[in-house]
């Protein structure tokens, strides 16, 4: 056991006792998350609503980010762990209250579990960057954005087989329950973390960090990025219920494939982002993300074909988020958790668009339509990643956010 934990500090930049518990965690915020898009059909109709009307609801709870700004400078005044005790909280009330209710009145919990997202991942982010070294901070947060693919590959059949054989409220209570569960053992064990580099430098405003290009670039391509990233996860369970018939039990195993793509893009990226370096990577992932995007029309009669792009598609827009995380931890290295709190608010408002862009879009004008904007989106944010996100490291992005 010292061997592996001494192999991971080499390797990750953490421990592995620790990093493993990160990665727990993160693969139940995570399980939360995505269920509600593998699942769009059955739970639209647990609920009773249809599915343009979910996909507002979805709206709702990724028009949490809002409050992403406030979380992330809480976290970078009172602590990381504190906010992901917050988030494991709110994601418990949030599963529980979406068991309860029926129609436009889950919008309260579904809000409250959009919180849990949004001020945790942002947290935990600026835990890990903060206690790993630049050279090895990609593989570190790599490692636990692994908890997102693995969710779809292990965690999303088993909540498939759930909501056939049980109903689609077991697996929101179940989920509730390990959340609330996870927060004691965090408030418990989890130590809290400070990057030692940073323990002078005072916190910076947020209107100041917005006055930077770099910074504004970044919430752009992070909003472009994740309205792609939205209009995925929710078409393809659409797509695939309306024209090939698939129940919750198949929709599972296409979620393990998309997961296992996903896996296998958090694993390309930990190897080669710090040596690639972490723009290109990130502007080969996006620019090749948008590629795939406009391609999936071109097989859209092929089920075997169809299976493929959608893992090749989902392939590239993981390695992107993976790539992108470092490269968003360097822009203003002395307010890591509001940086990546900015960051979280700009994903918010592209899951927002995401969701709702799709359904509208597949009751309207289909499929091609769908991909087409997404394709769009994407190529937008890799202009901007070559204009404006250029990587430094750390001592000379400290020197130049403080001039």
């Keep these: 056991m010292k061997k592996i934990s001494v192999w991971s500090v080499q390797f990750l930049g953490l421990g592995a006792a620790l990093l493993s518990s990160l990665f727990v965690l993160r693969l139940l915020i995570d399980s939360s998350f995505r269920m509600v898009y593998s699942f769009v059909p059955q739970i639209a109709a647990g609920l009773d609503v249809s599915i343009s009307v979910f996909g507002w609801l979805l709206m709702v709870r990724s028009s949490s980010a809002i409050f992403s700004p406030v979380l ?10 504190n906010l992901m005790v917050f988030a494991l909280l709110a994601q418990a009330f949030g599963m529980f209250g979406i068991t309860l209710l029926k129609g436009w009145w889950v919008a309260i919990p579904i809000f409250f579990s959009g919180v849990a997202v949004n001020s945790f991942l942002p947290a935990q982010q600026a835990y890990i ?3 790993t070294p630049f050279e090895r901070r990609g593989r570190a947060l790599a490692t636990a954005d692994s908890a997102f693919a693995i969710s779809g590959m292990l965690v999303m059949p088993l909540i498939g087989w759930l909501i056939d054989a049980f109903g689609w409220r077991v697996p929101f209570a179940a ?3 390990l959340a609330l569960f996870a927060a004691v053992l965090t408030w418990r064990f989890l130590p809290e973390g400070e990057h030692p580099g940073l323990r002078e430098v005072a916190v910076v405003k947020m209107g100041d960090l917005l006055k930077k290009a770099n910074i504004r670039a970044s919430l752009v391509v992070a909003a472009l990025l994740f309205t792609g ?3 995925f996860m929710t078409f393809w369970s659409i797509w695939l219920s309306a024209d090939f018939a698939f129940d919750a039990v198949e929709l599972g ?3 393990t494939r998309i997961g296992i793509g996903e896996a296998l893009a958090v694993f390309s990226a930990a190897l080669v982002v710090d040596k690639l370096g972490k723009q290109r990577s990130s502007l080969l992932g996006v620019a090749m993300a948008a590629l795939f995007f406009g391609l999936i029309p071109l ?3 092929k089920l075997t074909s169809i299976r493929i792009m959608l893992v090749l598609t989902v392939f590239w827009l993981e390695y992107s988020i993976v790539s992108l995380f470092p490269l968003y931890g360097e822009q203003a ?5 509001t940086i990546f709190a900015l960051v979280a608010l700009a994903n918010g408002v592209g899951l927002a668009l995401g969701p709702v862009l799709a359904t509208s879009l597949w009751a309207g004008y289909g499929l091609t339509a769908i991909t087409s904007v997404a394709a ?4 937008l944010s890799a202009l901007l990643i070559f204009l404006f996100l250029k990587e430094k490291p750390e001592s000379e992005a400290i020197t130049q956010s403080l001039q």
């Excluded at 809480?74 to 762990?81: N, P, S, V």
């Excluded at 290295?333 to 958790?337: D, L, Q, T």
């Design 129 to 131: 960057s903060d206690m």
């Design 376 to 379: 769009v989106s994407l190529g």
């Design 72 to 81: 992330g400078s809480l976290a970078d005044r009172y602590g990381r762990r």
């Design 333 to 337: 290295p002395e307010a890591r958790a």
């Design 229 to 231: 990233v939205g209009i």
């Design 299 to 301: 097989w859209s009669g």
């Design 253 to 255: 195993l296409m979620a």
């Design 175 to 177: 989920l509730a329950l």
